[in-house]
């Protein structure tokens, strides 16, 4: 990563300019670098927010951009923009449908966060997540999608897929699923207790309250989505700036005693030693502004900033197994399915007790998918 590393020091440097406010310097770069960082920044997801760093920073001595890569960036912004707003005037449409028939969702991931950054419309919009966390809600919630959605997959355990107004939906029976069964009771026990004991959660999005996840839950939930993304398909720079960004603007609600609890009864130690860690040392925390860390120094996150920017993240389908027309099953993409296994395997110490059921049950979801 030697010859990257201006890349990847101006990418940062302008996320923490664009995201947080924070004053800095760019260094000089080639159209090529600039092009490069580019690349990273849309892999990362976070193409609009560097928009953001660039414009704050316009002035600079050595912010030369080509006019053709200039328009470049444009269109990322404007494309963002447009389609959280199409997302945003989809997600109230579908929460005032759903009210009409007695159903309270709770808003999870996309605009539940992206309602704490700067610019609401910057942060990627991905699909609605909807979690519905009492059964008959749920039920009632899927027997409306399979009623009025299309495109629908239920090829999930506790989540259901589908398309409504052009947007993609996904109904949640959990807030995260874990693969480890005692983790994840231990899980489905803290969120009903949290939600039974705590009052509702509202943000306003398109000029209409929705339900949100209260606060110390939510930062509990960027934890367990960064775990997923650790043994999976590898971190973005995007979920970390998200627990960023909701830990500046929403940490003073967070009860780190009770977070701290949950962490230690799920496991979740050093995902965030890792996660905080990571914070400090490419947006800038300071340790005092991530109460959920510990003094753990037996974690190292060297290696997981190289694999940050080494390499695009794998399609999850790109390493299913398939059958051809012999009797043998194979992988459909044997260098995938290789990543895969060393990927699992250098990051089991991350979170031992969640790495290997989570390796077996992408294995079995693999094989589900070949034809019997």
């Not at 993304?229 to 998200?242: M, S």
Request: hydrophobic share 40%.
């Amino acid at each position: 990563m030697s010859r990257m590393d201006i890349v990847v020091r101006n990418l940062l440097c302008l996320l923490r300019v664009g995201v947080f406010g924070q004053e800095e310097e760019v260094e000089p770069m080639s159209a090529w670098k600039w092009h490069r960082m580019y690349e990273l920044a849309v892999t990362h997801h976070v193409a609009a927010l560097v928009v953001d760093g660039i414009e704050a920073c316009r002035s600079q001595f050595f912010m030369h951009i080509p006019d053709e890569q200039w328009q470049q960036w444009n269109r990322a912004l404007y494309d963002t923009e447009q389609a959280c707003k199409q997302q945003n005037l989809c997600l109230t449409a579908l929460v005032q449908q759903l009210a009409d028939n007695q159903l309270r969702p709770i808003v999870l991931k996309g605009q539940a966060l992206a309602v704490w950054y700067k610019q609401p419309f910057h942060r990627m919009a991905g699909d609605i997540d909807l979690f519905f966390p009492y059964e008959t809600q749920a039920k009632k919630a899927d027997r409306w999608a399979f009623a009025k959605g299309s495109d629908l997959d239920d090829s999930m355990k506790g989540l259901l897929g589908y398309r409504w107004n052009g947007a993609k939906v996904e109904h949640h029976r959990h807030v995260e699923r874990l693969t480890n069964l005692l983790l994840n009771r231990q899980l489905s026990s803290i969120v009903e207790r949290e939600l039974r004991e705590q009052s509702p959660c509202r943000v306003v999005v398109n000029s209409r309250n929705v339900e949100t996840l209260p606060p110390t839950l939510a930062v509990l939930h960027c934890l367990l989505h960064i775990s997923h993304y650790l043994l999976n398909d590898g971190l973005a720079l995007k979920q970390l700036v998200d627990l960023g960004v909701y830990m500046r603007s929403n940490g003073q609600n967070v009860d780190f005693v009770k977070l701290q609890d949950w962490i230690e009864t799920l496991s979740l130690e050093r995902v965030a030693q890792v996660a905080g860690l990571l914070l400090q040392d490419l947006l800038h925390f300071t340790p005092d502004e991530l109460p959920f860390m510990d003094d753990d120094t037996r974690v190292s996150v060297a290696r997981l900033k190289e694999e940050l920017f080494a390499h695009k993240p794998l399609d999850g389908d790109d390493w299913y197994f398939t059958q051809g027309s012999s009797i043998f099953v194979h992988s459909s993409n044997n260098s995938a399915l290789m990543w895969k296994l060393g990927h699992s395997v250098h990051h089991y110490k991350y979170y031992p007790k969640e790495s290997v059921t989570n390796l077996m049950a992408s294995l079995a979801h693999s094989l589900s998918h070949i034809e019997e």
